[in-house]
Structures are given as C-alpha cells and as structure tokens.
C-alpha cells in the first residue's frame, strides 16, 4: 500500500522555466511532508519542508504548496537550473514520537541547457 | 565534514554470509535511523534509536536482521546469513529530537552502503 504516491516517474523541463513536482499521499496522520533531492551513488539530501499547518514554504528558488484537503502537496522550482537534475522524493511522517519517514518512489528530473 | 558516515560504501557477498555496515551520524543528533532503497523504490524505514535505545523496528526488518547504537553515538547494522533479495542500498540517518518535542523533522542522510548479495 502506497502512502506517499509521486505519479511521474519522470519530468524534462528546460533551462529557466519552472518545475512542478508533485505527490499525492493517502493518510490522514501525515502532519509534516518533505522533499529531498538524490544524486547518483549519493544519499538523500534534505531540500524543504512544510508542516500540516501551513500551504507554504519558500526558500529561495524552492517553493513547496500543501493542499490538505485533496492531500497533494508540490514542489515548485524556479528558475530549473542543469544542477536541479537529479531524483527527487516526497515523504511524510506522522509525528507521534518515531518521526519515521514514509517516501514516494521519486521523481527523475532532467534540466535541459 | 561534519555530515553523516557510512561503511563501507560497497559491499559484495555471496549468499549464505554475514556481513555488518557501520553508521556515524552527526555529532549532535540523538535519534539515528535505518532504511533501506532498492531500485525503482523510495527509502522504507527498517529501524530507529533515541541514543542507545532501539525504539521501533519495522516488519521489513526480518530476524536475520540485527542493528545496534552500543554508546548512542555510532551504529552497525548486521544481516545474518545473506540473501539475494537482501541486494539494496542501506541508509542511515540522523536527526535532533529535543525534550520539547522533535526540534525539526528532517532528517540527514549518509551516502548509504550498496550491498549486493550473488
């Protein structure tokens, strides 16, 4: 059962415009969401967070939207640069007191120059 | 670099074998947690100490599968008698839980240890 569902397995935008990652999750409890960005033969690097009690995070040119009602939240990157190429999780924890993260499948991003 | 550390990087074994990884988790982080990611997969949660105490382990985590934190600081993930399907990588992470409540909920992860079991 998939908590944290990211729907494109991949996403190709050019060099300036923006990028729109998206990812929809199914449990209620979920109350603090996150994205990190994956590099090859790395691990996950945190990127941005947002708590339950918000619909905005920003923080330079990453900008992460919750929609709790229809339980969607988006990364926004604008300006893409070639750098931003790289796969990109959701995940979602539902606090209590493990804080265990729950990820999606992630989602490959080309910038292209 | 004051991040998160693991080894080795790459480990091939044949079935049948032990194998250990170890985990060196920022200096000041309390809570060090074990995933694991397989190809196509996000990271699923295996297991979590608060410094030395293991407090939760997941179903993914089988009775071949031992993780220890001795003295809260570093932590060794053990898997007895390797199978094929053990083939993944193996991160950890580590974070800050304050008495107040999780001072924030991120967490940092290590470059992970492939494991690849023939």
């Known amino acids: 059962d998939q908590q944290v569902k990211q729907n494109s397995p991949s996403l190709s935008v050019q060099e300036g415009r923006i990028s729109i990652l998206n990812c929809d999750y199914t449990n209620s409890m979920f109350d603090y969401f996150l994205w990190y960005k994956k590099y090859p033969a790395e691990g996950p690097t945190f990127l941005i967070s947002i708590s339950s009690i918000k619909d905005k995070n920003e923080d330079g040119r990453f900008t992460v939207f919750l929609n709790k009602s229809a339980k969607h939240l988006s990364l926004h990157i604008v300006p893409s640069q070639p750098g931003d190429s790289a796969v990109y999780f959701c995940?979602?924890?539902?606090?209590?007191?493990?804080?265990?993260?729950?990820f999606g499948k992630g989602t490959l991003l080309t910038v292209n120059p | 670099d004051t991040g998160v550390s693991q080894n080795p990087r790459h480990k091939i074994t044949k079935r049948g074998q032990n194998v250990t990884f170890r985990c060196d988790p920022i200096s000041e982080h309390n809570r060090l947690y074990w995933y694991r990611q397989t190809l196509g997969q996000g990271p699923e949660f295996l297991t979590y100490?608060?410094?030395?105490?293991?407090?939760?382990k997941s179903r993914l985590l089988s009775d071949r599968f031992s993780a220890e934190r001795p003295k809260g600081s570093f932590s060794t993930l053990e898997i007895q008698r390797t199978e094929q399907g053990d083939s993944a990588m193996y991160l950890c992470?580590?974070?800050?839980f304050g008495s107040g409540g999780l001072i924030a909920g991120e967490q940092y992860f290590g470059p992970g240890t492939r494991l690849t079991v023939t």
């Open positions: 100490f608060q410094n030395e105490a293991q407090l939760e």
């Open positions: 995940a979602a924890n539902s606090g209590g007191s493990n804080y265990k993260l729950t």
């Open positions: 992470a580590s974070s800050l």
